[in-house]
């Protein structure tokens, strides 16, 4: 995999990180040479467009600032376990981390929610703009800074696809599988009666290979080929389940409100910078992994049309009964329903 970019800073960036200097305004000497060093948990392997994208980010991060920000990513497991990152960050036993919102779920239903709502129509850069231009990176950010957290960019990209042993010819074909999921996706497979397992993430494989279970639902068709489950379930259906994913990189708020005006500036422009980089190298992967994994036997399969239907006359009521959770969910809902509309479907 190619990495995303070279090593400068694009000009855009430099354009935008200066402007920020400007418009902010300097702090004063001592400030002006002070270090701010974050570390960094990531749940992504290195290989990962997340990853690759990340190692990018801080290398502007660092060029821009003349070396005063400077991130250090650590590989998964390095200091917590994924689903221990959205706390960790917000009690400081670390400085940041990449994570999904599903895993704090007990903290912020909302959360979860958002995560990857089955049957959202909304594609990644969708789901971007609904963020960043309909006031949601705000909604985000103020219920995450009760948790001393900053919300600090969406990292999305295509939604969860079912890969599975055998071909889904029809309903009764998808009925007959034990199905790996997790989240608001477990839920719509429970309400149409589909069987569902949970095993982690890292026993998919094996568990594909023994016979566990019959297929599973974790990823895009690109973290298919990178964890290599195509190898012993080569039914990629379409289409995806849900529209997106959408994970985060979150920051302790402590740490984020000390860096001065104008590091903070230039540090909001890099994640935004982030977030779009991430999904286009995904867009990009969707489709060399497709080539790829094609070229190794793996079949790309269409659902019939009236599995499509049941999963989204399901996924439907799911969302209204998620509304049901609290208050936030149901505001997510409500503008995410408002935003579907204004797109045309």
């Not at 994570?99 to 971007?128: E, K, Q, V, W």
């Not at 949601?136 to 599975?164: D, H, M, Q």
Request: proline share 4%; net charge neutral.
């Amino acid at each position: 995999m190619k990495k995303l970019s070279g090593s400068r800073v694009s000009m855009a960036l430099i354009v935008l990180m200066v402007l920020a200097l400007v418009l902010v305004g300097f702090v004063g000497s001592a400030s002006a040479k002070k270090v701010y060093k974050f570390t960094l948990q990531n749940m992504f392997s290195l290989n990962h467009p997340v990853s690759i994208a990340l190692d990018n980010m801080s290398k502007d991060l660092k060029a821009a600032t003349d070396g005063q920000i400077l991130i250090q990513a650590i590989p998964p497991g390095g200091l917590v376990k994924s689903p221990e990152i959205f706390e960790s960050v917000g009690n400081g036993a670390i400085d940041m981390g990449t994570t999904c919102s599903c895993y704090h779920a007990g903290i912020l239903p909302m959360a979860a929610t958002a995560f990857a709502l089955p049957g959202d129509p909304r594609g990644p850069m969708n789901i971007l703009s609904f963020i960043y231009d309909e006031g949601i990176l705000e909604f985000f950010r103020e219920a995450y800074a009760k948790e001393n957290v900053v919300y600090g960019a969406p990292l999305c990209w295509a939604g969860y696809t079912l890969v599975s042993k055998k071909p889904i010819n029809s309903w009764d074909d998808l009925k007959k599988l034990k199905v790996r999921a997790t989240g608001s996706v477990a839920k719509n497979l429970k309400k149409l009666d589909i069987p569902t397992v949970f095993i982690p993430f890292a026993e998919i494989y094996v568990g594909l290979a023994r016979g566990t279970i019959d297929a599973e639902i974790s990823g895009s068709h690109t973290e298919s080929f990178l964890a290599k489950t195509y190898e012993v379930a080569k039914y990629q259906m379409t289409p995806d389940v849900s529209g997106a994913q959408n994970c985060e990189i979150i920051v302790n708020k402590t740490k984020w409100d000390s860096l001065p005006a104008n590091l903070r500036a230039i540090f909001e422009i890099a994640l935004k910078k982030y977030a779009f980089d991430v999904t286009r190298a995904f867009d990009t992967e969707d489709i060399l992994s497709k080539a790829k994994m094609e070229a190794k036997g793996a079949q790309y399969l269409e659902l019939p049309a009236d599995v499509v239907k049941k999963w989204q006359d399901s996924a439907m009521e799911l969302w209204d009964e998620l509304a049901s959770q609290d208050a936030l969910c149901a505001e997510y809902i409500k503008r995410s329903k408002e935003h579907i509309k204004s797109l045309g479907y």
